[in-house]
């Protein structure tokens, strides 16, 4: 059996942060073409499969996307699809070979719901922490908007709300000025800081980290048969 890259970690049941970088920091997806592109892309492709699109933030050389995980093949397929045909319009556009992509995607496996959110307020984060905006509802290529006043835009047909955000209210509107208030108190406590999503393959309590590292570890050393 092929080994799975050591970024590349996934379990069926768990949600996934899953991070995509541009090769040499160029900007692979800096206009709003460009963005329409990535997301119809993965649009054609979420319903052909069994997983959901939770939340994403699209940035100039990067994308943040959160995705529930119910089949974890037919994610690693989702993907490998959906870069090679944004890979195949992008290089046409631009009259170029080559890889556009730093590497394999980066993925970060969530424990609970709690940390789910941390990593939705994250990623909606993005262009406030990089200086785009100084009001996340005001850049587009966001679920936030969606998340906080219920503005959905065509690209974002599919995305599906995680449990936590349902629990919020028993109203969309109770469920949005909720989130309001989560995400104000996260910019206030945490705007600047960056959560280790580059190295980290987990997002969790201290033991479950650690219980789960040790196994993806033993796999890659030999010392079990099946990954993690």
């Not at 080994?3 to 991070?19: A, E, S, W, Y």
């Not at 994308?63 to 989702?78: A, C, M, V, Y």
Request: hydrophobic share 30%.
């Amino acid at each position: 059996m092929p080994r799975v890259p050591r970024n590349l970690i996934l379990d069926n049941g768990f949600q996934t942060h899953k991070m995509w970088r541009s090769h040499n920091q160029e900007s692979n997806i800096g206009s709003d073409d460009e963005k329409l592109a990535y997301m119809a892309y993965l649009n054609k492709l979420i319903p052909k499969q069994l997983n959901q699109l939770n939340a994403f933030t699209l940035m100039s050389n990067h994308t943040h996307e959160q995705f529930d995980i119910k089949d974890k093949i037919q994610f690693s397929n989702l993907m490998r699809d959906h870069h090679s045909r944004y890979g195949m319009f992008f290089n046409k556009k631009h009259k170029r070979r080559g890889r556009i992509a730093y590497q394999r995607p980066k993925t970060c496996l969530i424990e609970s719901d709690e940390y789910s959110m941390r990593a939705t307020l994250y990623i909606h984060a993005n262009p406030v922490r990089a200086g785009i905006t100084k009001n996340a509802s005001d850049y587009r290529w966001s679920t936030h908007k969606l998340y906080a006043f219920g503005k959905r835009e065509e690209f974002m047909a599919h995305v599906i709300f995680p449990e936590w955000y349902m629990e919020l209210g028993n109203t969309w509107e109770d469920r949005r000025r909720n989130y309001r208030r989560l995400f104000d108190a996260y910019l206030r406590e945490n705007g600047l800081i960056t959560q280790d999503f580059i190295y980290n393959n987990f997002l969790g309590d201290t033991l479950w980290m650690m219980k789960h590292s040790k196994q993806v570890s033993d796999w890659y050393k030999g010392k079990t048969k099946s990954p993690p």
